[in-house]
């Protein structure tokens, strides 16, 4: 399951009129991914508000303090934070690390190249072990590198699985308007989508996959 992958399950909370749930909400301390005027940033819960509507709104503090207030909706990815509070900063200082890395340095650490991903999607494809062919971030690591998963590492795929090169071979799944996988695409989709990028500005660096 996807959310239990990237993220942790929320608490769920109800309004005092019963005939409207609160939407569920992510506890305080929780580390974040979320947009705000089309930037994505990293932050932690300071606190939530939960509108008479049903709808869930955090108060963000990214890295360097600065304070956000977001709906629910502009969250991309979560990760739980330690109860033990250096741990819990020592987690946010990793996070935020792995938000900075170029897509170079994410390929690098995570020691996942173009051809890589490929045998993933071929595995993922194939696999009827992978649900409907969804590929989760933690999946990726495991499939590639045999172990589970850290969070850091899982936010690391995470991003990596969002690039131009990853959308050669997977399809976003979305839920409710959010990221819920990535889907293994068709060949023939993945022919197409090849060509399309290695014709792109953005096949700079990966002369190499677009020769073979």
Same mark, same amino acid.
């Given at each position: 399951?996807?959310?239990?992958?990237?993220f942790h399950t929320p608490s769920s909370i109800y309004s005092k009129n019963d005939d409207i749930p609160q939407q569920q909400a992510?506890?305080?301390?929780?580390?974040?991914?979320?947009?705000?005027?089309s930037r994505v940033h990293v932050g932690r819960i300071i606190s939530s508000e939960h509108k008479s509507n049903g709808g869930a709104r955090y108060?963000?503090? &990214?890295?360097?303090?600065?304070k956000f207030s977001i709906a629910d909706k502009a969250v991309s990815y979560s990760v739980s934070a330690p109860n033990n509070e250096p741990a819990a900063v020592r987690l946010f200082d990793?996070?935020?690390?792995?938000?900075?890395? !170029?897509?170079?340095?994410?390929?690098?650490?995570?020691?996942? !190249?173009?051809?890589?991903?490929?045998?993933?999607?071929?595995?993922?494809?194939?696999d009827l072990t992978f649900e409907d062919h969804v590929l989760t971030p933690k999946a990726l690591i495991d499939l590639v590198h045999s172990k589970a998963a850290s969070a850091v590492d899982a936010y690391k795929a995470w991003r990596l699985l969002k690039t131009d090169i990853a959308h050669v071979f997977f399809k976003e799944m979305k839920e409710k308007g959010r990221v819920v996988g990535f889907k293994a695409k068709p060949l023939k989709a993945v022919e197409a989508?090849?060509?399309?990028?290695?014709? !792109?500005?953005?096949?700079?660096? &990966?002369?190499?996959?677009?020769?073979v």
């Open positions: 399951d996807f959310y239990q992958n990237a992510f506890a305080d301390g929780t580390i974040l991914e979320f947009s705000e005027k108060e963000i503090m &990214d890295h360097d303090g600065k990793a996070i935020y690390s792995a938000h900075e890395e !170029s897509e170079f340095e994410l390929r690098t650490d995570l020691a996942i !190249s173009p051809e890589i991903l490929e045998l993933a999607w071929e595995e993922a494809a194939s989508a090849k060509t399309t990028f290695c014709r !792109s500005e953005h096949a700079g660096d &990966d002369l190499d996959f677009c020769l």
